[in-house]
């Protein structure tokens, strides 16, 4: 197959997502467990998806990835993933908010939502977004809030609260890429200095930095 194609990776969350796309026609997906050891499942699975397509990662034009916030190892796996391909292929690498990618669930109809992703000890990772037709524009910045409060703050703001462990399930996907044009049209990233939101940092990161007296070095 000949150029003009996209991967886009997203691993927010405990499972993983690829997708190759042409244009806005998804043409194949793939979605993997991140956790348990089993981080080295994503390259695969890159490489099924453009096996599928009858694609090689020299036909890729550019790259997509998931910016988090959320699991730190997983972000930090399809981050390293992303920028060396983009590297090896001279490719540009575009970055798109997680919760971006679960407001652009097809499933969903217009409207105002939270979008939501766990932050643990009681806490998740919100904005607020708005989704008319296929488009998504967000209309409140990243928040660290209680999970207590989110109901109330859905009723305020007429939202409904969406997420991988909300009611119907709406997770980050890969594929959910095409419907976020907006961020599409913003510059790529630097590959040599761009890392995802992490949301804030894992203990075991605290802990390693603490011990070291310095900053975990990059992947």
């Known amino acids: 197959m000949s150029g003009a194609l996209t991967l886009a990776l997203e691993a927010a969350t405990s499972t ?7 244009g806005l026609r998804v043409l194949a997906t793939r979605e993997v467990a991140m956790r348990g050891g089993a981080e080295e499942h ?29 699991s730190f190892t997983s972000l930090r796996v399809s981050a390293s993933l992303a920028k060396g391909i983009a590297f090896a292929r001279s490719l540009p690498l575009f970055a798109v908010p997680s919760l971006a990618l679960i407001a652009a669930d097809p499933s969903l109809t217009d409207g105002m939502y939270v979008a939501i992703l766990d932050a643990l ?13 296929d488009q ?8 660290l809030v ?3 409060g989110l ?3 859905a009723v305020v703001l007429h939202a409904k609260v969406i997420g991988p462990e909300e009611h119907p399930r709406t997770p980050p996907r890969a594929a ?6 907006a961020w599409l049209a913003l510059p790529p990233v630097s590959l040599e200095s761009w890392e995802p939101d992490y949301g804030r940092l894992a203990e075991a990161q605290v802990k390693w930095e603490i011990a070291h007296g310095r900053p975990l070095p990059v992947l």
């Not at 993983?16 to 042409?22: P, R």
């Not at 998504?136 to 928040?143: A, D, T």
């Not at 959910?176 to 044009?181: H, P, T």
Request: hydrophobic letters at 45%; charged letters at 25%.
């Open 42 to 70: 994503l390259l695969p699975a890159i490489e099924a998806a453009l096996l599928e397509v009858g694609a090689t990662t020299r036909d890729l034009e550019r790259i997509i990835c998931g910016s988090g916030p959320g």
């Open 146 to 148: 209680h999970r207590d």
């Open 176 to 181: 959910n890429v095409v419907r976020l044009g």
């Open 136 to 143: 998504v524009k967000q209309v409140g910045s990243l928040r």
């Open 16 to 22: 993983g997502s690829v997708a190759i796309l042409s």
């Open 151 to 153: 109901a109330h703050e």
């Open 121 to 133: 000890r009681g806490e998740v990772f919100a904005s607020v977004f708005e989704r008319a037709g």
